[in-house]
């Protein structure tokens, strides 16, 4: 079953020539991922990886590309994001870090207005095991299993899902939110092809402090989710108000705090781990 | 980034939002001559300046002039004042409460407003509080004002002036990629005048690249705090004596949880984000070590960070630095095994697993 | 079968206290339209034709309306379509004239997002005999029938459909497009509907020379439409260039001429009538 | 709204697309000092200046006070120039064309440009003509650009500027409302800078509320036309001689086609629109009989518009004016009866329906 991407989807990294682009343009490759092509403004005809360049989005689209891997500088992502909405494509994932909040919300809807989705900034995508990984997470982690992650937290992912697979598990779907304010998926978003999913028999939700999207899957998972559910939530130790890299961190006004949202949570009936470790034992 | 009063009040002014006649001084010899009645606010980035002798009155000329010495340079809640907003003094009527915000759950901007401004809007019951969504693709529109005039009971006089206030007060979000934009309190002013009686306005970091003409200051932050930022790191300084350097605000606050769930103290917040170069990892030693930590602990998941790049960083700081403090590192991940071979050939013991680190690093600061 | 609206359809009337709003909510309930409420800023308390008025169209929601006539001067149009939009209605008519077609732009695409219909600005609105009507049509003119009409134009819509009734047929529904530059309809949005509703068994197309609409919908037609289709294309004499009260009907670079439009309707098997008063004859 | 050249090259100024040093006249008074070759362009709205001697070029102080002098108060392909635009001359090296305007079919606004411009864009072959749609949610955005000047096979530096033109012009074309804005030719200078040559703006007239800043002018228009714009009527003065009241757009053309068909020759197009009132229908037949028509058909379809309303007019016009010529009515729909019984009782039978009257007007008009 297609949870945003499948084995067949075709991929493309918008600022191939930049560091990133070429270094996890050859990882995505390695991982098995189909990367027909790649854009850099000015750069047409040369390749990376292999990869052959092209100036703009439009003159690629003879690839039929399914989804894109925009990695630009921040000025430059809403142009790219627009482009690739322009040209068609339905998958949008922004690799990039410290892209304005306000220039994400306008992508995000923009992107809904043509039923695409968007992944990140800010997070590390999205990789399913034996089938493709759009993004940056470390290909060697992953095995082919039953559970999903849906997560805030990048390394802190890398840390659960490597548990989940040295434990013998494997993972169906990994699907990195991203850590900013206006993510372009949220738990909910996730939960709900997580639970559509006939391969995915578990799932575990990686929160963090701030915000009220954790208390709002829990409500969700209460309602919908039949599935197991287990959730570690990052920040417990936090001191209110302090900033913790994150500003999806930053706790305001009594809402968004570790113990609201483990409350949420086992209510539920969702157990929530004290260590991302204890994870997969409570998965079994 | 917060903006002091006096710049948001400018930024209000520019876009035609009622604030009261005023001026900034550093300075004694900037104050002008004494007409009427006005207000001596210290510009500092922090609530509850009334209430912490921050704000003086003065209809005079001598008790402006001993306002002004009496503030300058002194310290409110800890934070010293430099520059004074001098205003007229308003003949206070009736206090509103008036905001946008991002709303991180619906991800779209929110109006909040409150007949009962003034006070913090945390205290205000819910029924007096107005909350509305705002689609960012559309933006405000005035059917927005109508149902907030009528919410607040206002006359027709104010909800014209309210419903003149608002579009700007969202020009003023977008254009300054505002994470917040609050009027609190807004001022019926005996003339019949809705004001904006004090500014608050968070920007957005992220979008500082276009907004250069603030310089950046943030009077929150520990001198240490500022000299990481300036290096572009995410960091925090704590009370423990733990010194903590991880990869990722996922895994490092799951470090600190970790930690604490041990009875272990941190002493700092630091993520090594995801660039893979030894004198990051050289440059962070330097900063927790600033902090003067008991011990450290190094928590590494590689994946963009390589676990050999961390390594190699760790033998560098300690050659550089001749740090004294015990250093438990955890390495897993990519290059796992070509970081552990280089730490050994450097004496040092990585473990691969998060917890046994953790744990080994409280025994040795004497927690647990 | 719904075409956008049906019987159970209730309405309100934005700006149900100017002239046009009370005379026209008046007639909606005279032709059997469940007019339920009305706005007007200021005046809630007050009734039009025993419709209970309202401030604001979030101050009537429990009312539960399907739909609204926005029936406000030109400034006022966009804002009116955004507090309808914002409470939810999901099919919004513009009566007024004159509104600036940069306006009609964003309205359009914002409905759309919201799956909103927008009808209007500028024409007549939506009739569908013995169900509803809303907007301006004359209610005497119709017959329930098996015949749709979509139309550019206002009162010569209403010729046709007074044409159509005296022959002793009738009407399933009749959609009025508007002719302003930026229609929140288009022929192909009424022929879809017309298409799909098992009560229409022939449809009339009443198109105006300028743009090029009319060829698109012939193009649909003949790909898609296996019911009878008639035309009228007004303008036909109209000098190129010359200004004639539609925006829509001025004559540019070539296309949008009647002869092309004619033509583009034979090729699609659509006879085009030389006269309004032919098309009775022309369905029988 | 069609504005002059100097009226688009002011707003292009403001929004920083590059135009030529200029400056205006309406008076040779105003002629400045000659201190380097200029082109004087007569500021009429209509297309081929040029060929029609419109426009003169001035290398000294001489030629350029007779320039002034002979193409002020002349006539440029029919109209009247009362204002010259005097600009410095340009070293154009190549000519392209640059727009932006409504698709009417897609409903979006479309940007269109060419290789080849300074000539009618419809002659140039579809392959070197550009076009894209662009998202009017959306904007414009970078990524069109490069687009563009790919399409153009423009070098880095003339890429680079086109880039920067771009998202103004799309500003423009949104901020005054625009149905067309146009750069035609966008010319190559000598100095290698893209510079526009020529603006042809269009505000939808539908928006000129927000737009008072333009006088309302249109000299594409009859002074009869304009004397009917102004009180609000759809009025088109046309060449034959059967004067025509109708009500709504539609309904009028189909009016004017049906005579056309019947070898009826209208002396106008007039639509009464949807407003009932008798004032409106007393008006409409002063704008017809001031075009001398020889006969005058009234065809009315009652809707909001009502019939008994609009024969109320007829007789009160006829009163009023004295009509001379044969008058052909006929009234269909709401109040059709009562608009019927009043025209009787004045001694006009109406038909009712609208071939038959289309029959008897040209008959009576001497056509067919």
């Not at chain 2, 505002?178 to 500014?199: R, Y």
Request: hydrophobic residues 40%; contains cysteine.
């Amino acid at each position: 079953m297609k949870v945003i991407v499948d084995e067949n989807s075709k991929v493309i990294v918008q600022g191939i020539t930049g560091h990133q682009g070429m270094f996890h343009s050859g990882e995505m490759l390695k991982f098995g991922t189909k990367v027909v092509g790649g854009t850099s403004p000015g750069k047409s005809g040369q390749n990376v990886n292999g990869i052959p360049v092209f100036d703009n989005v439009s003159d690629l689209m003879h690839l039929n590309p399914d989804a894109t891997m925009i990695s630009v500088a921040p000025p430059f992502v809403k142009d790219a994001a627009y482009e690739a909405l322009d040209a068609g494509i339905k998958v949008v994932y922004i690799l990039t870090e410290h892209v304005p909040f306000h220039d994400t919300m306008e992508i995000l809807y923009n992107a809904r207005r043509k039923g695409a989705w968007l992944l990140g900034p800010n997070g590390p995508g999205i990789t399913r095991p034996g089938k493709v990984k759009i993004g940056i997470m470390p290909n060697t982690i992953f095995k082919k299993g039953d559970v999903a992650v849906a997560s805030r937290s990048g390394t802190l992912t890398y840390e659960i899902v490597n548990a989940i697979t040295l434990d013998g598990m494997g993972e169906s779907t990994v699907i990195g939110l991203g850590g900013d304010p206006v993510p372009g998926m949220d738990f909910i978003d996730a939960l709900e092809l997580f639970n559509a999913d006939e391969d995915t028999k578990k799932i575990v939700v990686v929160g963090e402090i701030g915000g009220s999207n954790e208390e709002r899957a829990a409500e969700y998972i209460r309602k919908n989710v039949r599935k197991k559910v287990v959730a570690y939530i990052a920040g417990r130790s936090a001191p209110p108000g302090k900033r913790m890299g994150h500003a999806g961190a930053i706790i305001e006004r009594g809402v968004g705090t570790a113990e609201s949202k483990i409350k949420a949570f086992e209510e539920a009936g969702v157990r929530v781990a004290e260590y991302p470790i204890d994870i997969p034992k409570m998965l079994e | 980034m917060n903006l002091y009063e006096y710049q948001g009040k400018e930024i209000f002014r520019k876009f035609q939002i009622p604030v009261p006649d005023g001026y900034v001084v550093s300075s004694p010899s900037e104050v002008k001559s004494y007409t009427s009645p006005v207000v001596v606010k210290s510009q500092v980035l922090i609530g509850g300046r009334g209430k912490s002798g921050g704000i003086k009155f003065a209809k005079d000329q001598a008790t402006l002039g001993n306002a002004v010495k009496e503030l300058l340079g002194s310290k409110v809640r800890g934070l010293t004042v430099s520059k004074l907003l001098i205003e007229q003094m308003l003949d206070i009527r009736k206090e509103f409460y008036l905001s946008i915000t991002l709303n991180r759950t619906e991800r779209k901007p929110m109006l909040i407003a409150s007949v009962a401004g003034g006070v913090e809007i945390e205290s205000v019951p819910e029924t007096e509080i107005f909350r509305k969504s705002i689609d960012p693709i559309v933006g405000y529109s005035d059917f927005i004002g109508r149902q907030l005039t009528k919410f607040m009971k206002f006359d027709a006089q104010l909800a014209k002036q309210l419903r003149a206030i608002l579009p700007k007060l969202y020009q003023v979000f977008e254009k300054y990629d505002c994470e917040l934009v609050e009027i609190n309190p807004l001022v019926l002013n005996g003339d019949g005048k809705l004001i904006a009686a004090d500014s608050k306005v968070i920007i957005d970091s992220d979008s500082l690249y276009r907004h250069q003409e603030f310089p950046k200051e943030d009077p929150e932050r520990t001198p240490l705090e500022l000299e990481a930022q300036s290096k572009g790191y995410s960091f925090v300084e704590l009370e423990g004596v733990i010194g903590v350097i991880a990869n990722g605000a996922g895994l490092t606050m799951a470090t600190l949880d970790a930690l604490l769930l041990h009875k272990g103290k941190p002493r700092n917040f630091l993520d090594l984000g995801g660039t893979d170069s030894t004198d990051i990892v050289v440059e962070a030693f330097d900063l927790v070590l600033k902090a003067n930590p008991k011990v450290i602990l190094v928590n590494i998941f590689g994946g963009v960070t390589k676990c050999d790049t961390v390594a190699a960083g760790i033998v560098e700081a300690k050659k550089k630095y001749g740090i004294k403090q015990q250093l438990v590192v955890r390495l897993s991940g990519v290059r796992e095994t070509e970081g552990r071979e280089i730490l050994k050939q450097n004496g040092i013991v990585a473990f691969s697993e998060m917890m046994p680190a953790v744990e080994k690093v409280v025994s040795f600061a004497g927690g647990a």
